[in-house]
């Protein structure tokens, strides 16, 4: 089966580091996107991970760890614009349909 | 910059009628797909399409079917629409096997 996990809601503080996780079980797993949704808006492109480590790209940084079937997003200094849900994709073998995860919702607090 | 779009942000439509979404994106992508959006379900995968005339069904293809006669444009139909169709759909497009771009959206509404 394929099953993708993600928190539901997260809150941070302005300036400060949230760490988002996402978990995931899937056949022919094929890389790894994060994509960033602010209220009533279109889901845009952060990051793809398809080798375990870290991709840096900013304020944002995404881990992947294959063998653990494991992700994380990264947010550095955190902005009041960053309050948006945080959707993990995973690419289903090779093709290029992705199953996504029910997203992390992210409020940022002054 | 990439753009796609689609046809209507918001759409109220009854039960029973014949209700069209269009998508079209201006940067030649071979890859285009319908998602709808759902509270607590995330984004779900309808109907796939790789090439002109060329369509995979994705995980949720019941009650749909698509449409696509060029390159840029893709299109999704419900042939008679009922209330659980109320829901945000949202298209996107690729190149490859590189990021999914997504339209703004459309959010239908089923009486």
């Not at chain 1, 881990?63 to 902005?79: A, N, P, V």
């Not at chain 2, 979404?21 to 995968?45: I, K």
């Not at chain 2, 790789?50 to 079917?65: A, F, T």
Request: hydrophobic share 30%; net charge neutral.
């Amino acid at each position: 089966g394929q099953n993708i996990d993600q928190p539901t809601e997260m809150t941070a503080t302005e300036g400060a580091i949230v760490q988002i996780n996402c978990t995931y079980q899937t056949s022919g797993f094929n890389g790894l996107f994060w994509y960033q949704q602010h209220a009533g808006e279109a889901p845009t492109f952060l990051s793809y991970n398809v080798l375990d480590g870290l991709e840096e790209k900013g304020r944002f940084s995404s881990f992947l760890s294959r063998s653990k079937g494991y992700s994380y997003l990264l947010l550095k200094e955190l902005q009041m614009k960053d309050s948006a849900s945080y959707l993990c994709a995973v690419r289903r073998g090779d093709t290029d349909k992705l199953i996504f995860g029910t997203g992390t919702r992210l409020q940022v607090f002054p | 910059d990439v753009k796609v779009t689609q046809s209507s942000r918001y759409l109220v439509k009854r039960t029973g009628e014949k209700v069209f979404l269009e998508c079209v994106q201006d940067m030649d992508h071979e890859n285009m797909f319908w998602y709808r959006q759902d509270p607590g379900l995330g984004l779900r995968l309808i109907y796939f399409s790789y090439d002109v005339k060329m369509k995979e069904k994705g995980d949720i293809p019941e009650g749909y079917s698509v449409s696509r006669e060029k390159k840029e444009r893709f299109s999704l139909i419900l042939e008679s629409a009922s209330t659980n169709q109320t829901s945000m759909y949202l298209c996107a497009s690729n190149r490859g096997k590189g990021e999914q771009f997504f339209g703004p959206g459309t959010r239908l509404t089923v009486l």
